[in-house]
């Protein structure tokens, strides 16, 4: 199974305003790719364009060879030649036509046998465990199960590219985790590519093999996710993925204070690198006694915020405000004063682009 | 690992090739081609009438050379000269003009008293039979509206006019010219039968203000009349406004009711006076008339639109608003629900029993007299034009199969079209299209009917290019009544369509669907329901249409309600009233039916 190629694709409704912006982007043949991004950023008109529902206004889009989008060679295959399998956000489940009828229209457009829809369309049913409803009618369906069945409409044509516009999104908590595990196990059985949106981070952390962070239109970073959560590429990944977000201290032209103690501190390592500012995760900022080569202030504690599993703890430093997240609790009250300090400091240029960062192996690209 | 830095806006290939594959999509989406067919149908249905009649009211017609002094076909401002400023124009226009004025505000005097009086008493009061209420002051609206005025003239009608007297002269009282023609028995029976659609508007108001938004006055400490008057009124005043506008907008474009009751007393109002010009065939006349008409009614639907948009802040969505608190009237319960029942009694038992007992009797209240010859006899000596009883003979029947034959056609086209355009505006890959379909299937609305009818005939009386004369035929009839209620049911459509979005559609397209599959398959299964409703509604409006068809139809063509007119003219009450009986029986029918299978109300239908 071949590559979903997107080169140079723009696209602009009307105005001066870009959706999406010259966007590069390869899927590689069996991946599970995340768009990632806040709404409005050009992911779910990037996944519309790939199975053809919206058009690019330049660049071209290929499957493998076959070319599906091309402005400049004036080539444009529809959806419905596409032979994509897409899930909508709301599941858009037909309601006229039972969940058995939903499930083997797409085979019934591909002329498949009587006998052989029925079977593929239970198996199918089976296989996201909707296949005791298989008479209802969507109304008749819980959230959950109208997600299910959306995806086994989606899976009985067997499509060798799946697309999935956050499906998990309008899913309560249990369910979405149950369907990450399901959707998981579904890429690995089907081997498909799976190109998925989302703008939760922890879905795209869980289950994504690539993740395509997207702002404004553009791509933002490429990278496996754990990659992109220890080397995020700018400052908008930074803050973007991660909860709470890393605090990103601007060092300015007169570094005092919090930027003046971590700039001298990056300087010792290594003088050749001159930060414009420095990151900090919450969950690698520690309270207590500092290790010997960490980075370390007295910081003092404005509340303890408890969350069952883990801690947020608000500090003052130098008078900047950050946070810690520690999942040992927190032996520590408001007012209290105490050592706080870290072994992994991301630094950025003046452009906003990752420089390079700081951890106990020294400073690294 | 790929990072972008931000970049220049993306080049963008040039201009031929983007036209290259704009094309091809559009090869394989042929709503922008759907888009197209119907944006050039309604040009030619909708804007070339106006223009039609704009350009007759401006050119000179034949015939009139020899008062103008101008060729035919040249520009002239003779019409809007003798429309306007010559001997005569205070007869063809200012007249007209001064009496529709009387009879709006009267009418709308009428009908805000009554139905806001009622609209109050049904929902913000503990009346006994409260719903029973509800239902049965609406009834007035799903008759057609000059029923009353023919149940007036059999009450009140004097020797004045010729032909039977009424009820009351027969029983020896002398009715009075003013009591029996003119503003006044206008104003009541137009009042009669609006007063409902301001109840509809005004309850569906109360009953939406949130009553947390009046809690929160008491709590504050002000009194209930202070509640009232600073919390509950100027939350109304939208609803208000704009019942006072529609209904002011449909008397303007009425006819039945100012025919019979005002033509024997020489009381003319626009509306008639459109229709003598035409009779008339002085079409110039006609096309000015029409002009001042079209532009009054486009003047009250901006004013209504521009009121509603800067009163939108209004608008209060209250969640558990819905939850009614009802005042207690104590000891005025049972007067006032006699009130109520009073103005059922007078709005729909007096009119239909009266029209009824005169099918009856051959002279007026006389019960030796009692027959039933006027429906079903073979023959009825004196009546030449009509010479059995209404059951008997082919008039009745034929006109019946052309009303309902007309309408249904013109209703199915009308929510077949709305449904259509509401699918070209939602799929949204062709806005410059979907905006104007949007604006110009609206454009009816603000043209009253009889107006829109008088445009039609400046374009279809005659051929013009290779589009023969249409005067007469079934095909003109079945268009503009068509189109006259477009507005309604191409609102309807974009609304289901609305609510539906385009997803279902495109996951039929991705599994597969071509075009017409999906249209089969999926859109017009799904919106079944929205078909039926846009079906029936512009059928049981159409049903009871007057004004738009009365300068259409010919002898050939006749429609239950034109029948019915034209029996008034003969002179033959019984019979006029028996076939008004008829189409009040089928409308009223229809309706109460929708609404049960439908569960839809009766003020979704009204496009306030």
Request: with cysteine.
């Amino acid at each position: 199974m071949p590559n979903i190629t997107l080169s140079a694709v723009s696209k602009s409704y009307g105005g001066g305003d870009h959706a999406v912006k010259n966007l590069d982007l390869v899927v590689p043949d069996g991946a599970f790719m995340c768009l990632l991004g806040p709404s409005g950023c050009g992911k779910t008109t990037t996944l519309r364009m790939i199975a053809g529902l919206e058009q690019p206004t330049a660049g071209s889009i290929a499957v493998g060879d076959r070319v599906l989008d091309s402005v400049e060679q004036g080539v444009y295959v529809p959806p419905e030649k596409r032979a994509m399998g897409l899930v909508f956000q709301n599941y858009a489940l037909w309601p006229h036509l039972s969940v058995r009828d939903n499930v083997e229209f797409g085979l019934r457009m591909r002329k498949v046998p009587g006998p052989e829809r029925r079977a593929r369309a239970e198996a199918a049913l089976k296989m996201v465990h909707v296949d005791a409803a298989m008479d209802r009618y969507p109304s008749q369906l819980s959230g959950g199960q109208q997600q299910r069945v959306a995806l086994a409409r989606m899976l009985a044509v067997n499509p060798s590219v799946l697309l999935l516009d956050e499906p998990l999104s309008n899913l309560d908590a249990r369910l979405r985790l149950e369907m990450r595990a399901e959707l998981k196990r579904i890429h690995e059985e089907s081997g498909a590519t799976i190109v998925f949106v989302t703008h939760d981070q922890l879905e795209a952390l869980t289950m994504a093999t690539d993740v395509a962070v997207m702002n404004e239109g553009e791509l933002q970073q490429l990278a496996a996710p754990m990659e992109m959560y220890e080397r995020p590429a700018n400052r908008f990944v930074a803050e973007f993925v991660g909860s709470p977000p890393m605090a990103i201290v601007d060092t300015g032209p007169a570094p005092g204070g919090l930027a003046g103690s971590l700039l001298r501190f990056v300087a010792a390592r290594d003088p050749e690198v001159t930060p414009s500012a420095v990151g900090i995760r919450p969950e690698a900022l520690r309270l207590g006694a500092p290790p010997a080569a960490a980075w370390s202030e007295d910081a003092l504690v404005e509340a303890v915020l408890p969350a069952g599993s883990s801690w947020t703890v608000r500090l003052r430093v130098l008078d900047t405000e950050l946070f810690a997240l520690s999942y040992t609790p927190v032996r520590a009250a408001p007012g209290d004063v105490l050592p706080c300090w870290t072994e992994q400091l991301h630094l950025f240029g003046a452009d906003g682009a990752r420089l390079s960062s700081w951890d106990r192996a020294g400073v690294t690209a | 690992m790929a990072v972008l830095t931000k970049t220049e806006p993306p080049p963008r290939p040039p201009r031929r090739r983007r036209l290259r594959y704009r094309l091809q999509v559009l090869r394989h989406d042929p709503t922008a081609a759907l888009g197209l067919i119907l944006v050039v149908l309604l040009a030619y249905l909708v804007v070339a009438p106006l223009i039609a009649v704009l350009s007759d009211a401006v050119r000179l017609q034949f015939g009139d050379e020899l008062h103008a002094g101008q060729q035919p076909g040249e520009w002239t401002g003779y019409y809007l000269w003798r429309v306007f400023r010559s001997q005569i124009s205070g007869l063809l226009f200012w007249g007209p003009l001064v009496n529709t004025l009387v009879v709006a505000v009267g009418t709308v005097l009428f009908a805000l008293l009554l139905g806001g009086g009622m609209a109050w008493l049904v929902t913000r009061t503990n009346v006994p039979g409260r719903k029973w209420l509800a239902g049965a002051l609406v009834v007035p609206y799903m008759l057609p509206s000059w029923t009353f005025s023919l149940a007036w003239l059999t009450l009140f009608k004097n020797a004045r006019a010729g032909g039977q007297v009424g009820f009351l002269e027969s029983a020896g009282v002398r009715t009075p010219d003013w009591l029996a023609y003119g503003p006044l028995p206008i104003i009541v029976t137009l009042g009669l039968h609006y007063y409902p659609f301001v109840l509809l508007l005004v309850g569906n108001a109360l009953r939406r203000i949130d009553v947390q938004l009046e809690d929160s006055a008491r709590i504050l400490g002000a009194p209930r009349r202070v509640v009232v008057r600073r919390i509950v009124v100027p939350l109304m005043l939208p609803a208000l406004s704009s019942a006072v506008l529609l209904v002011v907008g449909r008397v303007l474009g009425t006819f039945g009711t100012p025919y019979v009751l005002g033509l024997p007393a020489d009381y003319q109002v626009l509306s008639t006076g459109l229709f003598q010009s035409i009779r008339d065939r002085s079409t110039g006349v006609a096309s000015v008339l029409a002009t001042v008409i079209v532009i009054i009614g486009v003047l009250i639907v901006f004013t209504d639109m521009r009121l509603m948009r800067e009163q939108r802040r209004f608008v209060t969505v209250g969640g558990k608003g819905a939850m009614d608190r009802l005042g207690d009237l104590r000891g005025w319960r049972w007067p006032a629900f006699a009130l109520g029942a009073v103005v059922f009694v007078v709005s729909v038992l007096i009119p239909v029993l009266t029209l009824l007992l005169s099918t009856l009797t051959r002279t007026p209240l006389d019960l030796s007299t009692l027959t039933l010859d006027y429906w079903i006899a073979d023959r009825l000596p004196g009546a030449v034009g009509f010479p059995h009883g209404i059951l008997r003979g082919s008039e009745l029947w034929q006109a019946a199969w052309n009303s309902l034959r007309i309408v249904g056609l013109a209703s199915l086209i009308c929510a077949v079209a709305g449904l259509l355009i509401g699918y070209v505006v939602v799929r949204g890959t062709a806005p410059r299209i979907a905006g104007f379909l949007r604006q110009v299937s609206f454009l009816p609305y603000l043209i009253p009917g009889i107006a829109f009818a008088a445009a039609s005939l400046s374009l279809f009386a005659v051929a013009r290019g290779p589009v023969p004369a249409l005067y007469g035929t079934t095909f003109l009839l079945i268009l503009v009544m068509a189109v006259t209620h477009l507005p309604y049911s191409s609102r309807s459509g974009i609304a289901a369509m609305m609510q539906l979005g385009r997803e279902p559609e495109e996951a039929a397209q991705i599994a597969g669907a071509s075009w017409w599959h999906r249209m089969r398959r999926i859109i017009f299964p799904i919106q079944k329901g929205a078909l039926v409703t846009g079906i029936v509604l512009p059928f049981i409006s159409g049903l009871k249409e007057l004004s738009i068809v009365v300068m259409l139809t010919t002898t050939g063509t006749q429609l239950l309600t034109t029948l019915s007119i034209g029996l008034v003219d003969y002179g033959y009450t019984q019979l006029a009233n028996g076939v008004v009986l008829m189409i009040a029986l089928l409308s009223f029918t229809m309706t109460s039916l929708t609404q049960r299978l439908t569960k839809s109300s009766l003020a979704s239908g009204l496009g306030g």
